[in-house]
């Protein structure tokens, strides 16, 4: 400031240097505060909310006859918990007078539906229907899929569920079925979607539906749903001639074998006409134990004995199956298998264990599927590695920050 300026001019700079100041302040900060009332990423700036990132969906069936197995869920590993079942009948109501409904509304699945909230975890129901000519009834009249959607948008509502899981079971190829099954899918979700917040609404379907035309057309499906859990198992059972595993990750190898179809095939047919993001990996926590002529894989069964389920959790504790002399790892199907002598001959048992499903969650992992499914919860191992390999594959664990 220029010292020469008569004192009365000097007063006078001075004030004017300070107003403009001032109104430079108050102008910046009533510019500043209507950008960040106006701007949500401006507030979300002031505002950082932590999010995590899922790896993948985990999706868990659970069984009504084994509820009680299911106190050592581990909650931070599972997406999603879908109690399995209720039956639905042929003209689309809801069997209530089934166990089924008794265990739907008994103490224990309340208390484990009360966990999965308290966890973020989805609350699912099944809808099942495992008869052809059930399922043909229902599929023919479209008042009966207005029944069943009213029926569920009822029960979600009232125990507030988070979705439905559709797992209807038809074996034989049948086009015109195949165009209905679809068309009510559809129907169904739309419905739902419509008159709920936000449900999730996936189904059940074969693993060979694409190549071996099964009921299930897997585009349409996808289009029309949340998820395709593909029931990636079964690939033997105990009607198969030979003895196999339930689950081959490969072995297919263009139909030269030695199975007849693997998963991984499986997952590549699906991928060519579905999203891969909608696709679910179902994954068995069971293999077949099958009597047998001698203790090696792919022999023949014995055609007049019928091979009964072993789970994961009874590997360890059976005796027999813990202390086998007998086994190996199928390099084709990537899988161990098992066999043992009992005091009425040979048993062979293929079985999950952490390295097969480390392969499978990889392969789920590689393809960019949605993720994994259980079949099912309480078949888990008894020391906690399955869950510990889920949490290590699929779990939640990138912390990140949301505007």
């Known amino acids: ?172 190829s049948n086009d015109l079925l195949k165009e209905k099954f679809s068309r009510f899918v559809d129907f169904y979700s739309s419905t739902l979607h419509r008159r709920l917040n936000n449900p999730y609404v996936t189904v059940s379907v074969l693993a060979s539906s694409v190549r071996f035309d099964k009921i299930y057309d897997i585009a349409a499906l996808a289009k029309s749903t949340d998820g395709i859990f593909m029931m990636a198992y079964d690939f033997y059972t105990p009607s198969s001639g030979s003895i196999g595993p339930s689950a081959p990750l490969y072995g297919y190898n263009n139909g030269q074998g030695p199975f007849w179809y693997d998963v991984s095939t499986a997952v590549e047919d699906f991928i060519k006409v579905a999203d891969s993001k909608k696709i679910i990996l179902g994954v068995p926590y069971y293999g077949w134990n099958y009597y047998a002529y001698s203790p090696s894989p792919l022999s023949d069964s014995v055609r007049w004995t019928r091979a009964t389920p072993t789970t994961a959790d009874k590997v360890d504790s059976d005796k027999l199956l813990s202390i086998t002399p ?39 992992k590689e393809k960019k599927l949605a993720g994994v499914g259980i079949w099912a919860l309480g078949y888990d191992a008894n020391n906690g590695n399955f869950w510990a390999l889920l949490k290590e594959k699929f779990a939640p664990n990138d912390l990140a920050y949301k505007l």
């Open 1 to 172: 400031m220029d010292s020469n300026l008569p004192d009365p001019l000097r007063r006078i700079f001075i004030v004017g240097v300070f107003a403009i100041f001032a109104i430079f302040v108050s102008g910046s900060f009533f510019l500043g505060f209507f950008l960040v009332k106006n701007n949500s990423k401006i507030q979300g700036l002031l505002h950082l909310q932590p999010v995590v990132h899922i790896k993948g969906e985990v999706f868990g069936f659970a069984p009504f006859w084994s509820l009680t197995k299911m106190n050592g869920i581990d909650w931070s590993a599972l997406t999603t918990f879908a109690y399995f079942s209720l039956p639905v009948n042929s003209d689309g109501t809801i069997d209530k007078t089934s166990f089924e409904w008794e265990a739907f509304n008994g103490p224990k699945l309340a208390s484990l539906f009360k966990k999965a909230g308290e966890h973020k975890v989805r609350k699912v129901v099944t809808l099942t229907q495992m008869n052809a000519g059930a399922i043909e009834s229902f599929l023919s009249d479209e008042s009966y899929w207005s029944r069943l959607a009213d029926d569920s948008v009822e029960i979600l509502a009232s125990r507030n569920l988070d979705g439905v899981n559709i797992d209807f079971e038809y074996i034989p």
């Open 326 to 364: 007998v086994g190996g790892w199928d390099n084709n199907a990537k899988v161990s298998w098992r066999g043992y002598w009992d005091n009425t001959g040979w048993h062979v048992v293929y079985m999950e264990d952490k390295n097969s499903l480390t392969l499978k969650y990889d392969f789920a």
